[in-house]
């Protein structure tokens, strides 16, 4: 068995510099992903606005009924519109806040 209470720690020569104040070290996205995370989130409010937009103009018989009162079809896309805008929204900033943070590179 080894003896390693005489060992002496190793240290790093150099410490590593501290982040400025107010800012996380971390994470460092690419421009590439950025961009496709700020497309994606575009695309994402695209998509589902017009989903939205349809939705609410249905005649077919799904999202109202015969007396006009929102079915559990229309409650569940409206939830799953809702979800999407906010994870599209969220991810859009990602991408947003990446090309800021490149562009200050």
């Avoid at 002496?8 to 995370?37: I, N």
């Avoid at 249905?58 to 079915?71: E, H, M, Q, V």
């Amino acid at each position: 068995m080894r003896d390693t209470s005489t060992a002496t720690p190793t240290t790093d020569p150099e410490p590593a510099a501290a982040a400025p104040a107010g800012r996380r070290a971390g994470l460092v996205l690419s421009r590439r992903t950025s961009w496709f995370l700020l497309a994606f989130g575009v695309w994402s409010w695209f998509v589902w606005i017009t989903f939205v937009k349809n939705l609410w103009k249905d005649s077919s018989g799904l999202a109202f009924d015969d007396a006009g009162d929102p079915t559990g079809y229309f409650w569940v896309h409206l939830l799953l519109a809702i979800t999407s805008f906010l994870l599209g929204t969220a991810i859009g900033l990602l991408g947003l806040r990446g090309l800021r943070a490149a562009r200050r590179t």
